[in-house]
T-cell receptor, first 115, second 113 residues
Framework: DVKVTQSSRYLVKRTGEKVFLECVQD?????MFWYRQDPGLGLRLIYF???????EKGDIPEGYSVSREKKERFSLILESASTNQTSMYLC??????????????FGQGTRLTVV | GQNIDQPTEMTATEGAIVQINCTYQ??????LFWYQQHAGEAPTFLSY????GLEEKGRFSSFLSRSKGYSYLLLKELQMKDSASYLC??????????????FGTGTKLQVIP
């Protein structure tokens, strides 16, 4: 069974803290993504990676960075957490290409609250 | 930029049929996805269309018209468990030769007895 696992379901952090969100997939996918989901705004892409040690900015990368040291693991880093980063964070992975069987598989999400 | 529109909320009756529309205006097109997301859970894949026409998968069908920038998700024989948000997403080529998927804001469907 396909699995994308995020390290925490709920997190509460203080403003200014450095926050790490971890994501691991077991499908040997090259492509991994980090989204945040906010009411009325839908899923917005923060960063993505198409290979180990490779990263690309998404639509809203400001205040975030990522790390992809191993194929199965993609980490999202909030350098200095702020209250406007309170959100649901979703990690996803997918196979490369544009054909069928390239849908994204999502982790269960991390609800981050910054106080 | 990319623009994907879908209704915010819909209500339908158990056992009925509901159609959720999605219109898009994007720079390029490499496929359209529908995902289902129950409250507090991760989105799960429902369907994928890249050519015009209807794709049927059990109680769920998805239609695409590329010339109109239009898709719909059709849910038949609605069940209470179909109450969820339905996300339309379009894949477009990105600068750098990659593929990028942009999501609509989702349609929250409530199924009532």
């Amino acid at each position: 069974d396909v699995k994308v696992t995020q390290s925490s379901r709920y997190l509460v952090k203080r403003t200014g803290e450095k926050v790490f969100l971890e994501c691991v997939q077991d499908m040997d996918h090259e492509n991994m993504f980090w989204y945040r989901q906010d009411p009325g705004l839908g899923l917005r892409l923060i960063y993505f990676s198409y290979d180990v040690k490779m990263k690309e900015k998404g639509d809203i990368p400001e205040g975030y960075s990522v790390s992809r040291e191993k194929k199965e693991r993609f980490s999202l880093i909030l350098e200095s957490a702020s209250t406007n980063q309170t959100s649901m964070y979703l990690c996803a992975s997918r196979a490369p290409g544009v054909g069928v069987n390239t849908e994204a598989f999502f982790g269960q999400g991390t609800r981050l609250t910054v106080v | 930029g990319q623009n994907i529109d879908q209704p915010t909320e819909m209500t339908a009756t158990e056992g009925a049929i509901v159609q959720i529309n999605c219109t898009y205006q994007t720079s390029g097109f490499n496929g359209l996805f529908w995902y289902q997301q129950h409250a507090g859970e991760a989105p799960t894949f429902l369907s994928y269309n890249v050519l015009d026409g209807l794709e049927e998968k059990g109680r769920f069908s998805s239609f695409l018209s590329r010339s109109k920038g239009y898709s719909y998700l059709l849910l038949k024989e609605l069940q209470m468990k179909d109450s969820a948000s339905y996300l339309c997403a379009v894949r477009v080529p990105n600068s750098g030769g990659y593929q990028k998927v942009t999501f609509g804001t989702g349609t929250k469907l409530q199924v009532i007895p």
